[in-house]
């Protein structure tokens, strides 16, 4: 998929509020702080499309970006696990990215990141055996892999496959530092 254009659309906080218009929709799932939102910067080569922050918990709503005008969405949804927020709000941010996941009617690809220098966690793995429940189509992104030498990105490739018991061909790689596994995303996107 080339992007040409992307532009920030709309925020929603509740289920009912969806948007539910046949265009095709590619959902950020993954713990706070994890680089959802720089992912979706880095694929649409922009800065500032959505919002990043050092501090976990900057995205609190689901985020839609349109992509090419109208040609796909890109949704930014609410990062779990992020304990500061409160018991209230983390459940209410947890049952925003289930009914999302539950309800939408525009969701082709869920693309579920994880940091590549960790082993996912208990609640990763909640929320990756809630993905598969739903049956959705998904691929997982290891995140931040500037972080580790090529020789340590493969074996991390290896051990998150073995950990969720996927096949290594649905887990990409990427950097929103050097952008190291966007042409591969993009294509994949596509396909
Ligand atoms: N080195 C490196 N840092 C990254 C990468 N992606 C994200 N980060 C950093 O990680 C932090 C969190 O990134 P965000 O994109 O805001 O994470 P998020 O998953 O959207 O977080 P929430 O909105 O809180 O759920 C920021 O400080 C980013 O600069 C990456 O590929 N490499
Ligand atoms: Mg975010």
Redesign the pocket.
């Known amino acids: 998929m080339k992007i040409v254009s992307a532009k920030y659309l709309t925020s929603v906080v509740e289920a009912s509020k969806l948007l539910s218009d046949g265009v095709c929709e590619f959902a950020f799932v993954?713990?706070?702080?994890?680089?959802?939102?720089?992912?979706i910067n880095?694929l649409c080569s922009s800065k500032s499309l959505?919002?990043?922050?050092?501090t976990?918990?900057?995205?609190r709503m689901i985020n839609y970006f349109d992509i090419n005008n109208g040609q796909a969405r890109f949704v930014?949804l609410?990062?779990y696990g992020?304990h500061k927020a409160g018991k209230q709000n983390e459940k209410m941010w947890a049952g925003l990215i289930e009914d999302y996941l539950l309800n939408s009617q525009n969701l082709k690809l869920v693309l579920f990141?994880l940091d590549i220098r960790h082993e996912p966690s208990q609640l990763d793995k909640m929320m990756f055996d809630f993905l598969l429940q739903t049956g959705r189509n998904f691929v997982i992104v290891a995140?931040?892999?500037?972080?580790l030498s090529k020789a340590q990105q493969y074996l991390s490739k290896r051990k998150i496959a073995a950990s969720l018991k996927v096949r290594e061909e649905l887990i990409f790689l990427?950097?929103?530092?050097n952008s190291q596994g966007k042409s591969e995303l993009l294509d994949y996107l596509d396909a």
């Open positions: 993954g713990r706070s702080n994890v680089g959802k939102s720089s992912l880095n959505a919002k990043t922050s050092s976990p918990g900057a995205t930014d609410p990062g992020y990141l995140t931040k892999a500037d972080k990427h950097s929103s530092l």
